[in-house]
C-alpha cells in the first residue's frame, strides 16, 4: 500500500509569490488533514477534509492560505502572497475514520 | 481545548541506556499517538494507543486514560533513535511541543 504522498519535497521562493504543495493521501482514506512546524516549533493543525467537504479549517492562519481537494482525492494547499513567516514543514495526513494518522514526508517550504 | 504537555522537553543519552517520555493532557481523549520525527524531517507513526500498554521491538508505550497520561519507554537506544518524539491527542490531532532525544555512540 502505498503512503501519504507530498509534493514537492522542497520548494523555495521569493516573499510574494504563490506556492501550491500537494498531497496524495492512501487511497480509501477520507480524512485528509494539513498541519506545519513553523521554527522549529510544535506542529500545528491546519485544517481537515471530509473527502471534499472541509470539516474544520479553525487552524488556517489567515486569507492567504488556501486548501482544496476536489473530488475527494488529492488536496492543494496554496499560499498567496507568500510571507517569511511563512516558512517551515508542512505535513499531511490521511486516515480511515476513527483511524490512526498516517503522515507523508513533508515539504519544506523556504521563504526568502 | 485540550492541552498536551511533553517531558523532557531534551534528553541526551548514552547508546544501550533506557529512557521514559511522558506526556500529560488536560482532558479525556479518544485518540493518542506517539510519532518519531528523524533528522531527515519525516513523521514515523509509532503507536496508536488511546489507552492500554504495546510494544513494537525496543520501544513501548502505556497510556493511562482516565489518570491523562502517556509515557513511551524506549531500551538499549541506538543513535538511530535520535530526533524529536511528539505525542498527539484527538481526531485532528493536538501536538505536544515534542521531547528532542540525542543518542551519542
Known amino acids: 500500500e502505498a503512503g501519504v504522498t507530498q509534493f514537492p519535497s522542497h520548494s523555495v521562493i521569493e516573499k510574494g509569490q504563490t506556492v501550491t504543495l500537494r498531497c496524495d493521501p492512501i487511497?480509501?482514506?477520507?480524512?485528509l488533514y494539513w498541519y506545519r512546524r513553523v521554527m522549529g516549533k510544535e506542529i500545528k493543525f491546519l485544517l481537515h477534509?471530509?473527502?471534499?467537504?472541509?470539516?474544520?479549517e479553525s487552524g488556517m492562519p489567515n486569507n492567504r492560505f488556501l486548501a482544496e481537494r476536489t473530488g475527494g482525492t488529492y488536496s492543494t494547499l496554496k499560499v498567496q502572497p507568500a510571507e517569511l513567516e511563512d516558512s517551515g514543514v508542512y505535513f499531511c495526513?490521511?486516515?480511515?475514520?476513527?483511524?490512526?494518522?498516517?503522515f507523508g514526508n513533508g515539504t519544506r517550504l523556504t521563504v526568502t | 481545548g485540550i492541552q498536551v504537555e511533553q517531558s523532557p522537553p531534551d534528553l541526551i543519552l548514552q547508546e544501550g541506556a533506557n529512557s521514559t517520555l511522558r506526556c500529560n493532557f488536560s482532558?479525556?481523549?479518544?485518540?493518542l499517538q506517539w510519532f518519531h520525527q528523524n533528522p531527515w524531517g519525516q513523521l514515523i507513526n509509532l503507536f496508536y494507543?488511546?489507552?492500554g500498554t504495546k510494544q513494537n521491538g525496543r520501544l513501548s508505550a502505556t497510556t493511562v486514560a482516565t489518570e491523562r497520561y502517556s509515557l513511551l519507554y524506549i531500551s538499549s537506544s541506538q543513535t538511530t533513535d535520535s530526533g524529536v518524539y511528539f505525542c498527539?491527542?484527538?481526531?485532528?490531532?493536538?501536538f505536544g511541543q515534542g521531547t528532542e532525544l540525542s543518542v551519542k555512540p
Open positions: 487511497s480509501g482514506h477520507d480524512n
Open positions: 498527539a491527542v484527538e481526531g485532528k490531532l493536538i
Open positions: 477534509f471530509v473527502k471534499e467537504s472541509k470539516q474544520d
Open positions: 482532558d479525556s481523549v479518544n485518540n
Open positions: 495526513a490521511s486516515s480511515l475514520p476513527g483511524g490512526a494518522l498516517h
Open positions: 494507543i488511546p489507552s
